[in-house]
């Protein structure tokens, strides 16, 4: 709260605004640092460092190691964490993720969709499809199974990884939830990624006598009832 004082205001207007007693700011600030934070500080510039000599390439696992043989003994999601704090990413941090890996030796469903994402009656269609997200300790990758005539998720999964069990356990969820039967008239629908087209996950479809269906290569647009 030192900031306000450079611009002219007191302490004590800024604390009747936040409602806040005085006290209680002057008490945080004659407060001793914890262990953590005194730990950190020497960290900090230390990570920026090794970041500027690396020209900006260096990610938290570099870095750690280039910390470690400098003798400064530190976990990897300590550095990562300090990183988000200062604002630095690796070279490689802004390139795009792929969930959608193409297999094109795998036998591929027909489009029986079109672009049509209507529907008249539930489960007919689901669209399943993946994505990834920032989370504290790296990269997180959904996925999930949206029922269009609902427009609600009735399956989903989050792993670490995107092999086919992320999507087929997603799918299993889904077909518990929804009670799908074999005579259930269920069209599935999705990209052309290697889970969706696998052998497990086809034969997983199959079981249930569910319509595989799966979009064009390459085009977006029939991701977009997936991520709306």
């Given at each position: ?196 087209v696998s052998i497990r996950y086809a034969d997983r ?24």
């Amino acid at each position: 709260m030192d900031h306000p004082r450079e611009r002219g205001l007191g302490v004590d207007p800024v604390c009747r605004v936040l409602e806040l007693s005085p006290s209680t700011h002057f008490a945080r600030k004659k407060r001793p640092k914890s262990a953590r934070r005194l730990r950190d500080a020497q960290l900090m510039p230390l990570i920026e460092e090794v970041h500027a000599d690396s020209g900006g390439t260096y990610g938290a696992r570099r870095i750690t190691r280039a910390l470690r043989r400098r003798g400064h003994g530190v976990a990897r999601c300590t550095v990562e964490r300090l990183m988000a704090e200062l604002g630095l990413e690796d070279a490689i941090r802004g390139r795009r993720r792929r969930t959608t890996v193409p297999e094109p030796s795998a036998p591929r469903p027909p489009d029986l969709v079109d672009r049509d994402f209507t529907a008249s009656r539930p489960d007919r269609p689901w669209v399943a499809d993946m994505t990834h997200v920032r989370a504290w300790s790296g990269w997180a990758y959904v996925a999930f199974a949206l029922d269009v005539y609902s427009r609600m998720i009735v399956g989903w999964q989050v792993a670490n990884h995107i092999r086919t069990e992320l999507p087929l356990d997603a799918l299993e969820m889904a077909l518990w939830r929804r009670r799908i039967k074999k005579d259930s008239g269920l069209l599935h629908h999705s990209d052309h990624g290697s889970q969706y087209v696998s052998i497990r996950y086809a034969d997983r479809l199959a079981d249930i006598d569910a319509s595989a269906s799966v979009g064009s290569v390459a085009d977006s647009y029939d991701n977009a009832m997936a991520r709306h």
